[in-house]
């Protein structure tokens, strides 16, 4: 069955740090790009960081550069989302999802949903001030 799993959600103050896990199973990892996405209470779903499959070229959204990092352990089948500085506007479900065979522009996936086909459960951030 092809799955992904979210952890490492939680209550953290604001200026702290947590580190989102994504582990897929049933697919063959390498051969998809990552994308993690996140939708805070009454907002649409928006894009946060894709990484892609071939050669690890990452791309962070403008609200999070600098504070997050995407990467990836092909080995474990795992991408993670390491988060930093967080703010109370970080709050929100923590979604990672999967595209097979990439994405030709990592930027351009990340307004697309269309181009990920399979997503996790997600995983609730919540920043107190």
């Known amino acids: 069955e092809e799955q992904l799993v979210e952890s490492g959600g939680g209550l953290v103050q604001a200026g702290g740090s947590l580190r989102l896990s994504c582990t897929a199973s049933?697919?063959?990892?390498?051969?998809?790009?990552v994308g993690w996405f996140r939708q805070a209470p009454g907002k649409e779903r928006e894009g946060v960081a894709c990484?892609?499959?071939?050669?690890?070229?990452?791309f962070v959204v403008d609200s999070v550069k600098g504070r997050f990092t995407i990467s990836r352990d092909n080995t474990k089948n795992v991408a993670y989302l390491q988060m930093n500085s967080l703010k109370p506007e970080d709050t929100a479900v923590y979604y990672c999802?999967?595209?097979?065979?990439?994405?030709?522009?990592?930027?351009?996936?990340?307004?697309?949903?269309?181009?990920?086909?399979?997503w996790g459960q997600g995983t609730l951030v919540t920043v107190s001030s």
């Open positions: 999802a999967t595209s097979e065979g990439g994405v030709a522009d990592l930027a351009s996936a990340l307004v697309n949903e269309g181009f990920f086909e399979l």
């Open positions: 049933g697919i063959t990892f390498d051969d998809y790009a």
């Open positions: 990484i892609s499959h071939k050669d690890s070229s990452t």
